[in-house]
Each structure stands twice: as structure tokens, then as C-alpha cells.
């Protein structure tokens, strides 16, 4: 009877593990320890680390803001950050029905979190087009740039590339265009009028980008 209870607990305990294999096999797994590492990096590290991290630090304080950050990154950042990468390795799931398995009333988190990457992912996806269309306008103008003039035919008679004539320094210009709607540089003037394509009002919603 032993014998018999015994054989029966081995081929369910065997079944579990080719099911736990099979499950593996069609999730998919790593191939080693540095594809995990570099898909980790990839999803910590976007265009925004490198576009406004260097901005919030100017405005927040520079080297005072750089101290506070790394703080917080040792304190709070990395070890929440693998936290979750551990859990999600435990359970083998993602973030969508991570919390669910945890926390079964709490299901709705991981749609929610979804929810928000998919809306975030609208406005990226956007900013990766400008810089693709800045990226190909300086390409195809070399040696000169679209926005270097005022003689496109997007510009306005408000548009000025060079110091008035009673400035003669770069300050003077400064102080002259700060606060003041009478001129615009050129590359404000591309950037409002050739790439987003401002229109008087929300009665004139403009034609197609080119």
C-alpha cells in the first residue's frame, strides 16, 4: 500500500515538473546572466536620463541636486528596483500580473501600471520623432542648418538672426529678447512654426507636416 501511495505522489510530483518545464520552455528564459543584465539596463536607461537628467540637475542645484539624488538612488532606488526584478524572477511573470499574485485583491494595479506605460509611450514616441526629424533636416542641409536664417519660407517678419543695431554685444541681445515678443530667433521660429505648425486658434487645425 506504501509502495503503491509512494508511486503515485513520484508521478505527480514528475508531472509538476514537466508542466514547470513546459511552462518554462514557452514563457522563455535568458541565455545567460549578461542578456539579463543588458535588459535590465535597457529598460532603466531611456532618452531621458540623457535629456533631462542634465536639466533638472542645472535647475535643481547642480552638485547639491547630484548629492540628494545618488542618496536617494542608494536608499530607496536600487534596492525597490531589485526588489521587484526578484519577485518577478520568483513568480516568473511580469508586471502585468505580478501584484495579482501577490496581493489577489490588489489585481488591478498591474493593468493600471499598463495603462500608464501605454500613454507614456504616446508622448516618447513623439519625441523620438522630432529628434529623428531634427536628425534628418541636418543631414540633408549640411553645411548650413534650417534654422539658422530667417530667410525660410516659414519665418515672419518678427524673426531676427543677428544683433540690432543698437547692440553690439551678446548681452545686449540677450536683455533685448528676454521678457520681449518683437523678435524670435530663427531656430524658435523652426521649432513653432515648420515642426509644430502653431496655428492662430483651435478653428484652424493646419494641414499635414512636411
Known sequence: MASKVDAEQSAILNAGGERHEDDDAKRGTFGNRLDFLFSCISVSFGFGSVWRFPYLCYIHGGETFLLIYFIALFACGIPVFFQEVAAGQYLGTGGLTMVGQLVP?????????????????????????????????????????????????????????????????????????????????????????????????????GGMQR
Open 105 to 205: 485583491i490588489m489585481q488591478g494595479v498591474g493593468y493600471a501600471t499598463m495603462t500608464i506605460v501605454f500613454w507614456f509611450d504616446i508622448y516618447y514616441c513623439i519625441i523620438i520623432a522630432w529628434i529623428l526629424f531634427y536628425l534628418i533636416n541636418t543631414i540633408i542641409n549640411i553645411p548650413g542648418l534650417p534654422w539658422g536664417t530667417c530667410d525660410n519660407w516659414w519665418n515672419t517678419a518678427d524673426c531676427h538672426d543677428g544683433l540690432p543695431n543698437n547692440y553690439s554685444s551678446t548681452e545686449g541681445l540677450e536683455a533685448h529678447f528676454v521678457g520681449s515678443d518683437m523678435y524670435k530667433s530663427p531656430a524658435e521660429e523652426y521649432w513653432d512654426e515648420k515642426v509644430l505648425g502653431i496655428t492662430n486658434g483651435m478653428d484652424n487645425l
